[in-house]
């Protein structure tokens, strides 16, 4: 998921005309609607006595593990879910949209061996090159605050040979609750404005070399570097984000931020430590992507469709857990509920497992370009992607009519759960932030139900730390109930849905899927 997107779209909601919460919306509908009470009963009692998330989670997380496109993984995973799909009686395919660039993550050690001894704990970044069965001992060196690219380019040298330090030490690793908690009001103001010092310059000694993030580590490679060090730090303890390499030919490694910040000290103190690296990847070349589809036919309008959402892939820093598992969880298990008490849908319901959506929403992009008659007649889609918590809120995208059903549908729903999620009308168009945008600019009613953050952008978004154990399973549950009850109430609901586009309102152009990622 995009937290730039994330975060617009939770200002657009706080900033939005109408914004009500708990039993206060559900005071009149355009059209009458009465959900039967035994099938909502049915989905509350399955989804508690019978859930299968805490199984599911650890077959995907700990079992198949992160979900890099491109990945043996990513295939592993997409074979799981048609396979479990199939032990509950629910058809599902794999349906290829592109190819990536294929790549296998090894096994990395990464020691300190003087002026001591001490094992660090380090990620080699997605898509990095590997080592082979070679172990590279150096020292190391910091990039320095040189004048200009002319110095740079005669520094330049130096690196041959050498570990090479690219990310600026922070003062501290404690997160900004811990500070503000603890810390003196003068110590707090102190501590934020040296981190933000510190970072500023680091930003201009990169400027004075003339290139970006990106070209300095190319650069750095040519000249003779034996790996890069990174610290791409998450303002969280222990916590890192872990994105893609640059490199094409050496390492990239991000070390923690405790131990990236004592070899800088160590090197920046006239004694720079000596490093042993050893990483390994492998080269796939090109490899299909797929999106997992699944179905339950609709006996009644079974060309008209209620769609359930959320991206399968991960960044691989950690397992992906939630982001997007818990998504992926949610949406299972809905479809298994659904199955089991409500077999014979009106309309058709789909479930979109997507890929490639860290790149991009190349999956749903993909599904949206394929698929003009699902997109045509699509009744909703519901799509969760941004952590572990309990939906919260629900916003209309834009569209003028999603006031009544939406309003409608989520009535249906057990006070416990409804009353927790506030809603705004008509809202903003979602421009990327997840998959439900690439049904939204196609015209079509994707909704993105969003949930509470438990410090998502801070400790699971892209992380090393995004694991099982993260995972609030009371949350991920009503949000099972919750989809489910949506997607029941959009499949019965008599009439198809309606979604004109508000006046004034500025629409997000479609973009095109890449088909092919990875090689640049």
């Not at 997160?175 to 040296?194: G, Q, R, V």
């Not at 004075?208 to 303890?237: C, D, M, Q, V, Y």
């Not at 089991?340 to 479930?351: A, D, E, G, W």
Request: net charge positive; with cysteine.
């Amino acid at each position: 998921m995009k937290l730039t997107d994330t975060l617009f779209q939770l200002k657009i909601c706080s900033k939005a005309t109408t914004f009500i919460a708990g039993a206060m919306l559900f005071g009149s509908t355009a059209r009458a609607q009465t959900p039967n009470k035994g099938v909502i009963d049915a989905i509350m009692n399955e989804a508690t006595q019978n859930s299968q998330l805490e199984k599911l989670a650890h077959e995907l997380m700990d079992g198949v593990g992160p979900r890099l496109v491109g990945t043996p993984q990513m295939k592993q995973a997409n074979d799981w879910a048609v396979a479990k799909y199939a032990s509950w009686g629910i058809p599902a395919r794999n349906e290829k949209w592109g190819t990536w660039r294929g790549w296998e993550r090894g096994i990395s050690h990464i020691d300190m061996i003087s002026p001591r001894v001490k094992s660090l704990e380090g990620t080699q970044l997605a898509w990095s090159p590997g080592m082979g069965k070679k172990t590279e001992t150096a020292q190391v060196v910091i990039l320095p605050d040189l004048t200009d690219s002319l110095a740079f380019k005669n520094w330049l040298p130096s690196v041959k040979g050498k570990f090479v330090m690219v990310s600026v030490c922070q003062p501290t690793g404690r997160d900004e609750n811990n500070l503000k908690t603890f810390a003196l009001p003068s110590t707090y103001t102190k501590i934020k404005a040296t981190r933000d010092s510190l970072t500023k310059a680091w930003a201009a000694r990169i400027r004075k070399t003339g290139l970006t993030t990106r070209t300095l580590h190319a650069a750095l490679e040519k000249a003779g570097a034996l790996a890069i060090l990174t610290n791409n730090w998450s303002a969280g303890f222990g916590v890192d984000k872990i994105f893609e390499a640059y490199t094409k030919k050496v390492p990239t490694v991000d070390i923690g931020l405790e131990d990236y910040t004592l070899v800088y000290r160590l090197t920046e103190g006239g004694n720079p430590p000596t490093l042993s690296i050893h990483t390994e990847s492998k080269e796939l070349g090109e490899v299909p992507t797929f999106n997992t589809i699944a179905e339950i036919k609709g006996t009644e309008k079974p060309n008209e469709y209620v769609m359930l959402s959320a991206h399968f892939d991960s960044w691989d820093g950690g397992t992906g857990a939630t982001d997007n598992g818990t998504g992926t969880l949610t949406m299972m298990e809905a479809m298994r509920i659904l199955k089991k008490v409500y077999p014979n849908p009106k309309r058709t319901i789909l479930v979109g497992h997507w890929g490639s959506e860290e790149q991009g929403l190349n999956g749903s992009r993909a599904f949206v370009e394929d698929h003009p008659e699902i997109v045509a007649n699509l009744q909703a889609l519901f799509n969760q992607d941004n952590g572990t918590g309990r939906v919260t809120s629900l916003a209309g995208q834009g569209y003028v009519e999603p006031k009544d059903y939406l309003t409608r549908w989520l009535n249906a729903a057990p006070d416990t759960i409804k009353n927790r999620v506030k809603t705004s009308f008509p809202g903003q168009p979602g421009s990327g932030g997840s998959d439900f945008a690439s049904f939204v600019a196609a015209g079509a009613p994707g909704f993105s139900i969003s949930s509470l953050s438990w410090d998502y952008s801070t400790y699971t978004w892209h992380t090393n730390r995004d694991t099982y154990d993260k995972i609030v399973f009371d949350d991920v549950r009503n949000n099972a109930i919750l989809a489910a009850i949506l997607a029941y109430m959009a499949s019965e609901d008599p009439a198809k849905t309606i979604n004109t586009k508000t006046p004034g309102i500025k629409w997000p152009a479609q973009t095109k899927a890449t088909r092919r990622g990875g090689f640049n």
